[in-house]
């Protein structure tokens, strides 16, 4: 159930930003145990001095193709899963629409289930009812 959020400098096309957002997705699919379905993300685009970043900090160099991708997960994932995750985005980017790996900056934050609420007023994810009615684990 992660959320994702999806910095970048404003002036790229429709179908750009839709590659990103389509093979971030592809990545958490694949390698973060995320269900297919389970898609929530922002796009935001920024005029250049609205994102500010350094572009030699540790695996630049960077250019105005910069991305932030900002993920806020339910349950923590291994290191392995996390590398891969990592990995397979960059791939996944850098296939389409050609984003220079060294251009993706990824953040991932964990929380508890109890912390989200998918509507209804509820958090369902903490819900015993709701995880016996759906057969999930309240870890999930």
């Given at each position: ?61 960077r ?43 990824i953040?991932i ?14 958090a ?9 009615a ?7």
């Open positions: 159930m992660p959320f994702i959020r999806i910095s970048m400098i404003r002036g790229k096309s429709e179908s750009y930003v839709q590659a990103i957002a389509d093979g971030l997705h592809r990545a958490l699919v694949a390698e973060y145990d995320v269900p297919e379905h389970d898609r929530f993300q922002i796009v935001h685009q920024h005029a250049p001095e609205e994102l500010i970043f350094d572009p030699s900090y540790l695996a630049g160099p250019t105005q193709d910069f991305i932030l991708v900002a993920i806020t997960a339910g349950r923590p994932r291994t290191p392995e899963m996390r590398r891969a995750f990592f990995h397979r985005a960059a791939e996944e980017l850098q296939r389409h629409p050609g984003l220079a790996p060294k251009n993706l900056m953040v934050n964990t929380t508890q289930s109890n912390e989200w609420s998918f509507g209804d007023g509820i369902q994810m903490a819900s015993a009812d709701w995880l016996a759906t057969g999930m684990a309240s870890d999930e």
